[in-house]
């Protein structure tokens, strides 16, 4: 049985994009539309408490499991493989749940303000490789980080918020996963194909 060498996160297979505007390829879970009224409360207490001026992007709520890659225009060949690897996933519904709000760090950017915590996190890592696999048997870069933190960004804001925990945790169960064409810049994501998580 042949064994799949994995490089690990070094960034040196991730598609880089050029130029301004562009669209990111990635599959993502998508929480139900009762969590984007939990979020928007969270945000708007913490923006709040911490002066924060973003708003939070409730249209774009996502949990990011592995990213394709970044283009200047999306190649029908990368969606076509992206497809076939999603194709290949064998996974139970997964119960998520985030208790912890923190800002990432980013130089001289604005920071992600993101919900996080360890519910999920071995079903999720789990669906990060086995997407990670199938990408790289499609020709994909396997895109594979053993950094992988699972979190759902709410806004992004130059302030930093420090790591809190959260009063209650957000929680939901996630029964498909998703291919997300994003329009870089203007907060707009696009389903390509979805699948359900049946087990």
């Known amino acids: 049985m042949n064994q799949i060498s994995f490089d690990f996160g070094h960034g ?3 598609p880089q994009r050029r130029g301004g505007g562009g669209h990111r390829l ?5 929480p139900p539309a009762s969590i984007g009224e939990r979020v ?4 708007d207490d913490y923006g709040k408490t911490f002066s924060l001026s973003a708003e939070p992007r409730l249209s774009t709520l996502h949990v990011s499991v592995i990213g394709v890659g970044d283009y200047e225009d999306l190649p029908e060949d990368v969606i076509f493989a992206a497809r076939q690897a999603g194709a290949t996933v064998e996974s139970a519904p997964i119960a998520i749940s985030f ?9 001289g950017k604005a920071r992600p303000l993101v919900l996080c915590g360890e519910g999920g996190l071995k079903p999720l890592t789990r669906l990060h490789v086995q997407l990670g696999v199938g990408m790289h048997n499609t020709g994909l870069p396997h895109n594979i980080s053993r950094n992988f933190t699972p979190h759902m960004t709410l806004l992004y804001d130059r302030k930093a918020v420090p790591a809190t925990t959260l009063d209650g945790p957000v929680s ?15 907060t707009e994501h ?10």
Do not use: V, Y
């Open 40 to 43: 928007a409360s969270i945000a």
């Open 172 to 186: 939901w169960t996630a029964d498909e996963f998703l291919l997300i064409h994003s329009l870089l810049g203007k």
């Open 26 to 30: 990635f599959f993502a879970l998508r």
């Open 99 to 107: 208790d912890r709000i923190m800002s990432f760090r980013r130089e």
């Open 12 to 14: 040196q297979n991730q």
């Open 190 to 199: 696009r389903i390509i194909d979805r699948w359900p998580l049946l087990g």
